[in-house]
């Protein structure tokens, strides 16, 4: 009696298997959908220009017919359309680009091999170099660097030991005979640069 007990509790009890199903089951599927072979290739339409922000609505009439009356204009007064606008909208001025010390290579056209005769441009920042002091006056040479560099007492100090130094650049040129005179009334020889 027992046996029999003890057969129908373990054949009562369902299997790992049972629970959980097969443990490798591959079924198979396309990973990709079979194209039919009588089908046409799907033309789309692509705009003429690419135009990031999509379609715009159409320009007004009023846009349409200052359009037509600018073109229409002599060249003369379309020149001076850029300008007017510019000063009446207040649009900044464009900051020209200086190329000093860029190398533009071959961009010369027919005289780019040769020495170019151009004006001298006049400099316009300049540096400001402390070439020696005299030791008596180090304090007060010191103290006047500290007034127009904005710097702290020990950064100062070393900059001054380190004579010959520049001291500020890229600044105008009477700001750089302001800075000259202070140096030299405090004992100290600086040059511009």
Excluded: W
């Excluded at 007064?77 to 001025?93: A, V």
Aim: proline letters at 9%.
């Amino acid at each position: 009696m027992k046996l029999v007990r003890l057969v129908k509790a373990v054949c009562a009890r369902p299997s790992i298997r049972e629970i959980m199903g097969p443990l490798q089951v591959r079924t198979f599927q396309h990973d990709f959908v079979p194209r039919d072979p009588n089908a046409k290739p799907k033309r789309f339409k692509y705009p003429q220009v690419y135009d990031p922000y999509g379609p715009r609505p159409p320009p007004s009439d009023k846009v349409v017919e200052l359009a037509e009356r600018i073109a229409a204009l002599p060249p003369e007064e379309c020149r001076q359309i850029g300008p007017t606008l510019t000063e009446r909208l207040r649009h900044p001025k464009m900051q020209v680009i200086a190329d000093e010390g860029m190398d533009l290579g071959a961009q010369g056209g027919a005289g780019a091999g040769a020495p170019k005769a151009e004006e001298k441009k006049e400099k316009t920042a300049f540096d400001v170099k402390l070439e020696k002091f005299d030791a008596a006056a180090k304090i007060k040479v010191i103290k006047e660097v500290r007034a127009f560099t904005n710097l702290g007492l020990k950064e100062a100090k070393e900059l001054v030991e380190k004579a010959p130094v520049i001291l500020k650049q890229g600044i105008t040129k009477d700001e750089a005979n302001d800075i000259m005179e202070k140096i030299k009334a405090a004992g100290g020889v600086a040059v511009m640069e």
